[in-house]
């Protein structure tokens, strides 16, 4: 089976940090056999290097015909006038985007997005991007559904993210969507990035977190982590830190960007994810190792995360897993 190809658009001047995002997150993940999952290559609209914004220019692989032969194609972030300012694309840019074959996935990293809004991809979807330019974005694109709360938003064949390093958690999410945990966690690994951060980009807007590390949650989080099991409840959370449940509550929530309930049930699903992938243990057995219960609840909350049932999500990912063992 051919790799995945993945091409990177380069758009004048490129942020350099999102565009070497992608070659770095797809281009570490390989199959048992040592053989590359996906192909990924830079192109600039007219084949010639890209300046970037902090002075500096990247050579692309080739023209923008790449696209036409792409199965994911990533917009970095950009500060092209027409999208980021004016609400419209460059004609040359938009025949571009019009060779992108039917059923190929669309992703942004960062200010990608206005590329992506400007082209009419978002228009009545979910999306995100940077907090700093959100007000820009609504006033320039209306008509997409913005949530700058997210690190990143899935709408099936159009992907955004929010700033910077969000792009990095985008593409560990395709990897995961793609291929299952184990390998979306080694490459993880490898780059020496968690492979999930919780929260949204709303945690960073404004320094939120504690000063002093005894005013922290993270303590009962990673309590909580080794006991998805047992029954947790909010108040065994604040306990173990040593505050009252609406303190621990919403210093949280400023740390995480969500709430305790919230977060617990995302990491029994992820939990689940992980034992559906690795062992053989009935469904039944799945939800209460990871504390969700019953069959009935990992269900509808794996259909809510991933959109299948776990006899599905096991039947997509569990190869991937024994080609490895």
Same mark, same amino acid.
């Given at each position: 089976?051919?790799?995945?190809?993945?091409?990177?658009?380069?758009?004048?001047p490129?942020?350099?940090?999102?565009?070497?995002?992608?070659?770095?997150?797809?281009?570490?993940?390989?199959?048992?056999?040592?053989?590359?999952?996906?192909?990924v290559?830079?192109?600039?609209?007219d084949?010639?290097?890209?300046?970037?914004?902090?002075?500096?220019?990247?050579?692309?692989?080739?023209?923008?015909?790449?696209?036409?032969?792409?199965?994911?194609?990533?917009?970095?972030?950009?500060?092209?006038?027409?999208?980021?300012?004016?609400?419209?694309?460059?004609?040359?840019?938009?025949?571009?985007?019009a060779t992108?074959?039917?059923?190929?996935?669309? @992703?942004?990293?960062?200010?990608?997005?206005? %590329? $992506?809004?400007? *082209? #009419? =991809?978002?228009? +009545?979807?979910?999306?995100?991007? &940077?907090?700093?330019?959100?007000?820009?974005?609504?006033?320039?694109?209306?008509?997409?559904?913005?949530?700058?709360? @997210?690190?990143?938003?899935?709408?099936?064949? %159009? $992907?955004?993210? *929010? #700033? =910077?390093?969000? +792009?990095?958690?985008?593409?560990? &999410?395709?990897?995961?969507?793609?291929?299952?945990?184990?390998i979306?966690?080694?490459?993880?690994?490898?780059?020496? @990035?968690?492979?999930?951060?919780?929260?949204?980009?709303?945690?960073?807007i404004?320094?939120?977190?504690?000063?002093?590390?005894?005013?922290?949650?993270?303590?009962?989080?990673?309590?909580?982590?080794?006991?998805?099991e047992?029954?947790?409840?909010?108040?065994?959370?604040?306990?173990?830190v040593?505050?009252?449940?609406?303190?621990?509550?919403?210093?949280?929530?400023?740390?995480?960007?969500?709430?305790?309930?919230?977060?617990?049930?995302r990491?029994?699903?992820?939990?689940?994810?992980?034992?559906?992938?690795?062992?053989?243990?009935?469904?039944?057995?799945?939800?209460?190792?990871?504390?969700?219960?019953?069959?009935a609840?990992?269900?509808?909350?794996?259909?809510?995360?991933?959109?299948v049932?776990?006899?599905?999500?096991?039947?997509?990912?569990?190869?991937d897993?024994?080609?490895?063992?």
């Amino acid at each position: 089976m051919r790799p995945h190809r993945v091409v990177v658009l380069l758009l004048e001047p490129v942020i350099g940090y999102d565009a070497v995002i992608p070659p770095q997150v797809f281009g570490q993940a390989h199959r048992p056999d040592g053989t590359p999952l996906y192909d990924v290559a830079m192109a600039s609209l007219d084949g010639r290097p890209v300046p970037a914004s902090l002075g500096y220019a990247i050579a692309p692989h080739g023209n923008a015909s790449l696209l036409a032969g792409a199965d994911t194609v990533v917009v970095p972030g950009t500060q092209l006038p027409g999208p980021r300012q004016e609400g419209n694309l460059p004609g040359e840019l938009a025949e571009a985007l019009a060779t992108i074959r039917p059923g190929a996935r669309v @992703v942004s990293i960062c200010t990608g997005a206005f %590329v $992506l809004g400007a *082209a #009419g =991809l978002l228009d +009545g979807r979910p999306a995100t991007t &940077h907090w700093k330019y959100v007000e820009q974005f609504e006033r320039l694109y209306p008509a997409v559904d913005l949530d700058p709360s @997210v690190l990143f938003t899935d709408d099936g064949d %159009v $992907l955004t993210s *929010a #700033g =910077l390093s969000a +792009g990095v958690d985008l593409c560990l &999410h395709l990897l995961r969507r793609d291929h299952g945990t184990t390998i979306a966690n080694a490459v993880a690994r490898h780059l020496v @990035v968690p492979p999930w951060r919780d929260g949204g980009q709303a945690q960073f807007i404004e320094r939120q977190v504690p000063e002093r590390p005894e005013q922290s949650t993270a303590a009962a989080r990673t309590w909580a982590l080794e006991r998805l099991e047992e029954q947790i409840r909010i108040a065994d959370l604040a306990e173990v830190v040593g505050m009252s449940v609406r303190t621990f509550t919403r210093r949280f929530r400023a740390e995480t960007g969500e709430s305790p309930t919230t977060w617990l049930i995302r990491q029994r699903v992820r939990h689940a994810q992980r034992l559906l992938e690795t062992t053989d243990l009935p469904v039944d057995a799945v939800a209460v190792r990871s504390g969700l219960g019953t069959a009935a609840s990992l269900r509808a909350h794996l259909r809510t995360v991933a959109g299948v049932s776990p006899s599905a999500y096991r039947r997509t990912f569990r190869v991937d897993v024994e080609e490895a063992s």
